[in-house]
């Protein structure tokens, strides 16, 4: 946890207005490492290409050369992108003989999407 830094900033003529809150807010606030994760996950999520891939396995699992086909691209560049999302633990993998089929690693990757979905959506 970080402690309220007392220092003059250069926007505030005084250290601390509300100090009671500052405190308050400050126990709640997550640990650095949680905060850097949390940042890596929404960067996994900030590639239009990987999004697209999230958006077709939420309707079925895929193999690779389907989900290439879908978006008009290379096999490599989609291996690539689901190697990403693997590593996020963003999609899981079976193999089915020499056929790798792709999928949700659990439904709370579809929800959070939806959630940003509703939130673009009603915007417009």
């Given at each position: 946890?970080?402690?309220?830094?007392?220092?003059?900033?250069?926007?505030?003529?005084?250290?601390?207005?509300h100090?009671?809150?500052?405190?308050?807010?400050?126990?709640t606030?997550?640990?650095?490492e949680?905060?850097?994760?949390?940042?890596?996950?929404f960067?996994?999520?900030?590639?239009?290409?990987?999004?697209?891939?999230?958006?077709?396995?939420?309707?079925?699992?895929?193999?690779?050369?389907?989900?290439?086909?879908?978006?008009?691209?290379?096999?490599?560049?989609?291996?690539?992108?689901?190697?990403?999302?693997?590593?996020?633990?963003?999609?899981?993998?079976?193999?089915?003989?020499?056929?790798?089929?792709?999928?949700?690693?659990?439904?709370?990757?579809?929800?959070?999407?939806?959630?940003?979905?509703?939130?673009?959506?009603?915007?417009?």
């Open positions: 946890m970080t402690k309220i830094i007392e220092e003059e900033n250069e926007n505030c003529e005084v250290k601390v207005i100090k009671s809150i500052v405190e308050k807010v400050e126990k606030m997550p640990e650095e949680v905060v850097y994760d949390l940042s890596d996950f960067k996994i999520l900030g590639d239009t290409t990987r999004m697209k891939i999230l958006s077709a396995l939420f309707q079925e699992e895929m193999c690779v050369c389907d989900i290439a086909y879908l978006l008009k691209m290379t096999q490599s560049a989609i291996s690539h992108q689901l190697r990403v999302l693997k590593q996020g633990r963003f999609v899981k993998y079976r193999k089915e003989g020499k056929v790798v089929y792709y999928s949700l690693e659990d439904e709370h990757i579809k929800h959070i999407v939806e959630q940003g979905m509703t939130h673009i959506l009603e915007k417009r």
